[in-house]
């Protein structure tokens, strides 16, 4: 009698309200937990951007704006460095490697959190979208946040993160507030 004790399938519909209230509340949750990222620029330029990222900012990455704006994404201290070379940009900028919440270069990282947001309930962004946007985010964080770009990039977050704890006192202590050097916090 197994079939007797099969549960029986949802209707289409409930499927669908189901995956709706999901994204609804992703989204209350992204909103309710606001980053310094969200109060800076939603855009940024790309003319100059190889024409695969151009496409890649026209389209895929939109849809990282469901939940959050993309200010979150585009103004996010996370900058993707291949293992090689992340020493010897910490060697050569001791003083920005010492906040992480102004630049984190990290191997992977983008990598890592277009998989954390495309594992989201309600999101759609299909695999090959996702690659897409890791690359573009890659490629993006490389170009803004370091080599002659890195002090303009440090003087951008420090406004941000000044900014962000004028604004929401208690948020930033919990999020920030734990950074151990205090002399490298804004
Ligand atoms: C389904 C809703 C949803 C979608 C779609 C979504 N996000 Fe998020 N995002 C969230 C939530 C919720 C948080 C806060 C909690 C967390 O980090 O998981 C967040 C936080 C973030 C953060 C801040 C992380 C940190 O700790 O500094 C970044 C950056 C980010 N998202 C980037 C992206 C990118 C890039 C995309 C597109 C690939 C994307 N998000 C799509 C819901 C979403």
């Not at 704006?65 to 070379?85: D, G, K, T, V, Y």
């Not at 906040?99 to 309600?122: S, T």
């Not at 964080?141 to 604004?167: C, M, N, P, V, Y």
Request: proline share 8%.
């Amino acid at each position: 009698m197994l079939a007797a004790v099969a549960p029986a399938l949802p209707a289409p519909s409930l499927i669908a309200a189901d995956v709706k209230t999901g994204a609804a509340s992703e989204k209350e949750k992204a909103l309710q937990s606001p980053y310094a990222n969200d109060l800076g620029p939603e855009t940024i330029d790309i003319s100059k951007y190889p024409k695969e990222h151009q496409k890649t900012y026209a389209g895929a990455l939109k849809k990282c704006a469901q939940c959050h704006s993309l200010a979150r994404p585009l103004n996010s201290q996370f900058l993707e460095l291949p293992a090689a070379e992340l020493d010897a940009f910490k060697k050569a900028n001791p003083d920005a490697a010492k906040n992480p919440f102004l630049v984190q270069p990290e191997d992977g990282i983008w990598k890592r959190y277009v998989k954390r947001m495309m594992a989201k309930p309600g999101c759609d962004i299909k695999p090959e979208e996702g690659k897409a946007i890791y690359k573009f985010l890659e490629y993006d964080s490389k170009t803004r946040k370091t080599g002659d770009h890195l002090k303009s990039w440090i003087e951008h977050r420090q406004k941000l993160l000044a900014g962000f704890k004028a604004k929401h006192a208690a948020r930033y202590e919990e999020i920030y507030g734990d950074y151990q050097d205090p002399s490298a916090r804004p």
